[in-house]
């Protein structure tokens, strides 16, 4: 599979940014999809991953502030980030794997970054 992300930007402290990642190839549904984020100086964090049947896990810096969502018609997977931190800056990284045991912390597939820049 083939991941393709878009949606990074600029963000004021307490603002609101949507990414969106596409699937290509077949087997969307199949998928256990994540997203991973990386900050300058800092290793690559977990930050959310969605099952086949819908339940999301999220780090605990993130919890009750961004969604995790998919539209398998669209192929396509929203992380909706809503009250942002100048914390939550970081390139962020679409992710997917066939198994839920690697999403959280080596999934097989990896779109390309986007970064998120979230100014106080």
């Known amino acids: 599979v083939q991941l393709q992300v878009s949606g990074g930007g600029l963000a004021q402290a307490g603002g609101s940014l949507r990414l969106s990642c596409a699937a290509s190839g077949r087997s969307f549904s199949s998928y256990v999809m994540g997203w991973f984020r990386q900050a300058p100086g800092k290793d690559r964090e977990f930050v959310a991953a969605?099952?086949?049947?819908?339940?999301?896990s999220y780090a605990d810096s993130v919890k009750g502030r961004f969604v995790f969502s998919r539209d398998n018609a669209q192929n396509t997977v929203y992380l909706q980030m809503t009250s942002l931190q100048p914390g939550d800056t970081a390139v962020y990284f679409c992710?997917?794997?066939?198994?839920?045991?690697?999403?959280?912390?080596?999934?097989?597939?990896w779109g390309q970054g986007t970064q998120v820049t979230v100014s106080s």
């Open positions: 992710a997917a794997d066939r198994s839920g045991d690697l999403i959280t912390t080596a999934p097989a597939y």
């Open positions: 969605l099952w086949n049947n819908g339940a999301a």
